[in-house]
């Protein structure tokens, strides 16, 4: 049992730290690795500061990169400053042509945001 706790502390470590500023760092490369674009997983990172969403940054996937380029330019950016609350979902736009990308990018920031609210 005590094996089992020890190990429960390190995997939340992997998934979400704070910084010293006081921001959140949500990974969900653990958290949604099951969560696949077009071509596999997609993980991200969401900072939360004073619960609103700081930025959100794509971590290294096997997208393709012009699809990677286009969401992190036209749908990423459409996150910051949003208030996070408690079960309530953050409604973005995703990108046009880049449906599969865009998709599972909005998974991962919302299991990050789920994962914010229970263990912050």
């Given at each position: 049992?005590?094996?089992?706790?020890?190990?429960?502390?390190?995997?939340?470590?992997?998934?979400?730290?704070?910084e010293k500023d006081g921001t959140y760092v949500v990974n969900t490369?653990?958290?949604?690795?099951?969560?696949?674009?077009?071509?596999?997983?997609?993980?991200?990172?969401?900072?939360?500061?004073?619960?609103?969403?700081v930025k959100v940054v794509m971590l290294k996937s096997q997208e393709?990169?012009?699809?990677?380029?286009?969401?992190?330019?036209?749908?990423?950016?459409?996150?910051?400053?949003?208030?996070?609350?408690?079960?309530?979902?953050?409604?973005?736009?995703?990108?046009?042509?880049?449906?599969?990308?865009?998709?599972?990018v909005k998974e991962n920031v919302k299991r990050a945001l789920e994962?914010?609210?229970?263990?912050?």
């Amino acid at each position: 049992m005590l094996l089992m706790a020890s190990f429960t502390a390190v995997q939340a470590d992997d998934v979400m730290r704070k910084e010293k500023d006081g921001t959140y760092v949500v990974n969900t490369t653990t958290l949604a690795q099951d969560v696949d674009g077009y071509i596999g997983p997609t993980p991200v990172e969401v900072y939360i500061k004073k619960n609103k969403v700081v930025k959100v940054v794509m971590l290294k996937s096997q997208e393709t990169p012009k699809y990677n380029a286009r969401v992190k330019k036209e749908m990423l950016p459409s996150y910051e400053n949003q208030k996070v609350a408690k079960g309530k979902t953050i409604e973005v736009d995703g990108v046009t042509g880049a449906t599969f990308t865009s998709n599972a990018v909005k998974e991962n920031v919302k299991r990050a945001l789920e994962y914010y609210w229970k263990h912050k």
